[in-house]
């Protein structure tokens, strides 16, 4: 296979280390985030994989880390081979499965969490958080944590399900390992991380009401605004372990026939059977929720 458009002259490293590479050449984008804010959806972090300028399989390595803050206009219709995508200068360092928390009366998200690509090196632990204009591009910048000390404590970790609600993040689990700090032992890591994005203050909450250890990886939250005074966070899916380090395989599947709920105020919690035939267990799928009719929500 040979693409005519790619015959003229290039390097090799324009075409092949791209952040946004062109439809012919595309092939997948893994482990990023996304959040809508405004009329533009903003994808931050993981990495892509494409095809040399012939239309071969790049076999030196599957993917590369993406080093921009991308964009993607929601107010106009596109196809997967006609979509516009943004490229904005990004400041930290990309990482993989880690958290994104949104504000959309502020019009920003913060990241916190993931590993680095490949095993790169590691930056200093950094509180980012990125600020859109409200034109799909937007600036970074580093804030200062209201409580250091424990951010300091935190052990950086990837994979934890996490969700926004109005003024707070939630990242439930998690694991880390030497791609996300200096200690090379891969330990789940159980409870709660929270963050208030008024008060700029994070909590490390122990908590075991959504697994039997408090761990996860894998799995997915959704805030879920229309049910209750505060809404509720949804928990589904993932992996559970118990807390040794340097497991094989996990504990156990969380059960989509039995979900769980927490409201992000109170943390009360709550369990609901769910009726019909149920997903299969299952890990790092995508999720994404949306108000129904006659007061539903769907997912």
């Known amino acids: 296979m040979f693409f005519k458009s790619f015959s003229n002259a290039q390097s090799k490293r324009a075409w092949e280390l791209l952040d946004v590479p062109s439809s ?16 533009y959806a903003y994808i931050d972090g993981g990495e892509v994989s494409q095809l040399d300028a012939r239309g071969n399989l790049i076999t030196s390595r599957g993917s590369n880390a993406v080093n921009s803050t991308l964009s993607i206009d929601l107010t106009t219709s596109w196809s997967a081979t006609s979509v516009r995508i943004r490229e904005i200068t990004k400041t930290p360092k990309t990482m993989d499965q880690q958290a994104m928390w949104k504000n959309d009366a502020k019009n920003t998200f913060w990241i916190w969490g993931g590993h ?66 200096s200690n090379p032992y891969s330990q789940p890591l159980p409870g709660i991380l929270s963050y208030n994005m008024t008060t700029r203050s994070r909590a490390n909450e122990t908590n075991d009401a959504f697994s039997k250890y408090g761990t996860l990886t894998g799995g997915s939250a959704t805030y879920i605004p229309t049910f209750g005074p505060n809404g509720l966070i949804t928990i589904m899916g993932g992996a559970t372990w118990s807390l040794e380090p340097d497991q094989a395989k996990p504990l156990g599947w969380q059960d989509f026939s039995n979900l769980t709920f927490m409201d992000p105020v109170t943390r009360d919690w709550y369990w609901q059977k769910t009726t019909g035939n149920a997903p299969t267990p299952r890990s790092n799928f995508c999720s994404v929720g949306v108000e129904g009719n006659n007061g539903t929500y769907e997912m």
């Open 24 to 39: 012919e050449i595309f092939l997948r984008r893994a482990d990023a985030r996304v959040a809508v804010l405004g009329d």
């Open 116 to 181: 680095s690509p490949f095993g790169a090196p590691l930056d200093e632990p950094t509180s980012w958080k990125f600020e859109a204009d409200g034109k799909g591009g937007g600036t970074w910048s580093k804030e200062t944590p209201a409580n250091p000390t424990l951010f300091q404590e935190l052990r950086r970790n990837e994979g934890g399900a996490f969700a926004s609600t109005p003024d707070a993040g939630f990242w439930f689990g998690g694991q880390s390992s030497g791609w996300t700090t």
